[in-house]
């Protein structure tokens, strides 16, 4: 059964950072393409950050490139989203997601992924 466990969320003031993780387990991790998505209340779910089988090549959102930076330890099954500079705009619950077939580079171009983490809740007050 695959399990992606995402944790590090909280309340952080504007202009703090956060270190969010997702714990994968029950998949064969370093096979899976990573993404970190966000529904903030009362908007769709949107695409964050995508991430390499290898971690060698990331994507970002346009509103989130060069703030927020997506890895990944294969060793470790999880993976990882840095987020600085945080603004009230980026409160939302994020999501982890993986993938197995699909290209890094398309993660953001679609929101369908094979499995999903239940979100942790970021916060950023103003």
């Known amino acids: 059964q695959v399990q992606l466990v995402e944790s590090g969320g909280g309340l952080v003031q504007a202009g703090g950072s956060l270190r969010l993780s997702c714990a994968a387990s029950?998949?064969?991790?370093?096979?899976?393409?990573m993404g970190w998505f966000r529904q903030a209340p009362g908007k769709e779910r949107e695409f964050v950050a995508a991430?390499?089988?290898?971690?060698?090549?990331?994507y970002y959102a346009g509103s989130v490139k060069g703030r927020f930076t997506i890895s990944r330890d294969n060793a470790k099954n999880t993976v990882y989203l840095q987020m600085n500079s945080l603004k009230p705009e980026d409160t939302a619950v994020y999501y982890c997601?993986?993938?197995?077939?699909?290209?890094?580079?398309?993660?953001?171009?679609?929101?369908?992924?094979?499995?999903w983490g239940k979100g942790a809740l970021v916060t950023v007050s103003s």
């Open positions: 991430i390499s089988r290898t971690g060698g090549s990331t």
């Open positions: 997601a993986a993938d197995l077939d699909i290209a890094a580079y398309n993660v953001g171009r679609q929101s369908r992924m094979d499995h």
């Open positions: 029950g998949l064969s991790f370093s096979r899976y393409v």
